[in-house]
């Protein structure tokens, strides 16, 4: 199995809503990544996870909360969004080389729209 | 973290032709990994060809091949026989902190228009 699959691939939510985003591999991959991508922009780092630890946080608010259960899943929880957070949420995953080498394997997405 | 610049916001290209795709980067690494990813309208991001920096030779997968200039921080991406398929947004990119599980950090992106 070499996906990474996300879902659901489109959501509507209204500012007031919670909902959660769900990534998941089955490739070994001990590291794991969410980006935000809007439109005609690349995508940008929010969160890694590397054996099940956050490791990095972008400064991202508090209103988007990952979460790592276990080494094949990811988990986006939001809370109270903006209309400016609708945008294409991407997961990838990866090893964890040391090097840099890390090729990134990404999901489909999922698109999120809060009204 | 690494800068990558791309300065082509658009190509475009006739089918069967070439057509190459440039990038430049900062890194302050002696040895890092350079990628390229395409992503096409189905949005999924998807690897194109990587380069280690220490190798000289440039890397090549099928019509796809990188010419890496490492003094010159250029890492292009040549398309040969450009096919329909190949139409898509193409990013370079470089790890996100120089090394580790860190990310990549993820040029402006080229979209590519590929005229029948």
């Known amino acids: 199995d070499t996906e990474v699959t996300q879902t659901p691939k489109h959501l509507v939510m209204g500012m007031t809503n919670k909902k959660s985003l769900k990534c998941e591999q089955h490739?070994?991959?001990?590291?794991m990544y969410w980006y935000k991508q809007k439109a005609k922009k690349p995508p940008e780092l929010m969160f890694v996870y590397s054996y099940e630890k956050l490791s990095i946080n972008e400064s991202v608010p508090s209103r988007f909360s990952p979460e790592c259960p276990n080494s094949s899943l990811l988990n986006l929880h939001l809370h109270a969004l903006q209309p400016e957070d609708s945008a294409l949420y991407l997961c990838?995953?990866?090893?964890?080389?040391?090097?840099?080498?890390?090729?990134?394997?990404f999901g489909a997405g999922s698109r999120l729209t809060v009204l | 973290a690494q800068t990558v610049t791309q300065s082509q916001p658009e190509m475009s290209v006739q089918e069967a032709e070439t057509v190459t795709l440039s990038c430049t980067y900062d890194t302050s690494e002696s040895d890092y990994y350079l990628f390229w990813y395409k992503q096409p309208p189905s949005r999924q991001m998807i690897l194109v060809i990587r380069q280690e920096a220490y190798k000289q030779q440039n890397a090549t997968e099928n019509r796809f091949s990188v010419n890496f200039q490492k003094a010159a921080k250029s890492f292009s991406l040549k398309i040969s026989d450009s096919q329909l398929g190949d139409a898509a947004m193409y990013f370079c990119a470089s790890p996100h902190s120089g090394g580790g599980a860190d990310g990549l950090t993820f040029g402006k992106g080229t979209h590519l228009i590929i005229q029948p």
């Open positions: 490739m070994g991959h001990r590291a």
């Open positions: 990838a995953s990866s090893r964890t080389f040391i090097s840099g080498a890390n090729v990134l394997t």
